[in-house]
């Protein structure tokens, strides 16, 4: 496949930046979108230019590391597929493909396509958690937990932070993906203690961070890698109410 | 393309949670946040739709004619009498609607301001694959449902820029605001901006109040285009007769 690449670079955060267009030939259909990436980053080293900055990690879709808005879709074209699952074959011969980095205040661009997400962390470290004493793991069995609603919290558990709520929500909102840590947590036995706490420090750190609010325009979910529903959302508000009536 | 060394080095900023300055008092902390202010916008619009699906049945009496319309506009001043005094009710309505009106565009307004500034810089190559075109023109609508409003008062309310403008003639005055075509075209384009205000509105404010099941919100969505259709289409039907010629 030959390919047109039009890619956003930028040297710093301080930097412009601007679409660059590059012309990329041979791309296998079995590559992955980051080894196609790779592919071009091995000849702007040889030509002696500086190669383009992505995020990536585990490369199995399940890190949360990588992620760029391909085409105007984060993650690209295909459905629950983060960018490193995505592979070359979704896209056709000679076709131009536009690259950009997440965009959001609360994201700032670092270089290129890497944006800074450190304002997940600290959503995460606001109540993303539950405070137990470490030790050894206690018998599983000694807090029941109905089967919907183990079922219920895995499904938001799957989030991975990787942030395409946020790139593809035109109001850069974080609502997804607190959403999901909330509901995850606050419906187990476990989070019970902090329930409360939880949701509103999560909020606040959310509003702090400079993200949007939810207009419920449900663009978010459709660009979730790990398909977290939009009603995660609608539980989000309802445990931040519920939250402000209790101590 | 390639970097030199005086570039400014990429810092992540330091993971600390800060605390300071936020509100402790749950009001407070309600009014600061985006959910609360969402959750007061939902309310607000709750209680100007229950308004307006009232206000659209009432104008409907116009199908009975003159005697009968003015009638009723005339009860309209009078209701709660004699436990309420004079136009006290319509009073405490209009306190009512208009502190809603207030908070909705408040909160309205501020959010806004803050979505957009969180989103600063668009994609070169913007593709939206879910929101609806009543989604995206809750704003715009929003607007221009707020001069509508405006030019409404002062056409029925207050007669200032009313043709016929006697009051108490209700009849009379509506047929001589809907007799001329801009008049009518606007109120028309208001109501189909209201009508697509609600379509979204209203579910969208029953998640921002805790709704968060799929079913329920189904059954949510289907509520609320019966009820934008029936709310634009009720108002709409009124000028409309005057064109026609059937209210004259």
Known sequence: ?247 | MSWTDEEVVPRVRSVAVTNDARPTSPVGIFWRSTIGKKAVMAVTGGVMLLYLLVHMLGNLKIFYGRESFDEYAHWLRTIGVPALHGAWFLWIMRALLLVAIVLHATTAYQLSRRDLKARPQKYAHRQRLEASYAVNTMRYGGIIIALFVIYHLLDFTTLTVNRHGVEGAAYDNIVSSFSVWWVTLFYIIAMLALGLHIHHGFWSAARTLGVHSAAREKNLKIAATVLAVLISAGFVTVPIAVLAGLVD
């Not at chain 1, 660059?20 to 980053?41: G, I, K, Q, R, W």
């Not at chain 1, 995505?86 to 131009?96: K, N």
């Not at chain 1, 609360?106 to 890497?114: E, H, I, M, Q, S």
């Not at chain 1, 929500?169 to 187990?188: D, I, Y």
Request: one cysteine or more.
């Open chain 1, 1 to 247: 496949m030959n390919l047109t690449l039009r890619i956003w670079r930028q040297r710093g955060p301080e930097d412009r930046g601007a679409m660059v267009t590059y012309e990329l030939a041979d791309v296998s259909p079995d590559m992955s979108f980051l080894e196609m990436l790779d592919v071009l980053n091995e000849r702007l080293i040889l030509e002696g230019e500086d190669p383009v900055a992505f995020d990536h990690d585990c490369r199995e879709g399940i890190c949360g590391m990588c992620g760029v808005v391909i085409n105007g879709q984060a993650h690209g074209p295909r459905d629950r597929t983060t960018t490193c699952q995505l592979h070359m074959r979704e896209f056709t011969d000679g076709e131009t493909i536009d690259i950009e980095p997440w965009r959001a205040a609360a994201f700032p661009v670092v270089r290129d396509l890497v944006v800074d997400r450190s304002g997940f962390d600290r959503i995460i470290g606001s109540g993303g958690y539950i405070s137990v004493v470490t030790g050894s793991a206690p018998e599983a069995h000694a807090t029941p937990v109905p089967k919907d609603i183990a079922d219920a919290a895995f499904d938001n558990a799957t989030c991975i932070g990787c942030g395409a709520c946020v790139a593809a929500c035109p109001n850069g909102s974080a609502m997804l993906f607190t959403s999901a840590k909330v509901t995850h947590l606050n419906l187990l036995p476990q989070g019970a203690p902090e329930r409360e706490t939880r949701v509103r420090d999560m909020v606040a750190t959310m509003d702090d961070e400079g993200f949007g609010g939810c207009t419920n325009t449900g663009e978010c979910t459709v660009a979730c890698p790990k398909g977290i529903p939009l009603t995660s959302i609608g539980n989000l508000n309802r445990e931040y109410l519920r939250s402000l009536t209790r101590r």
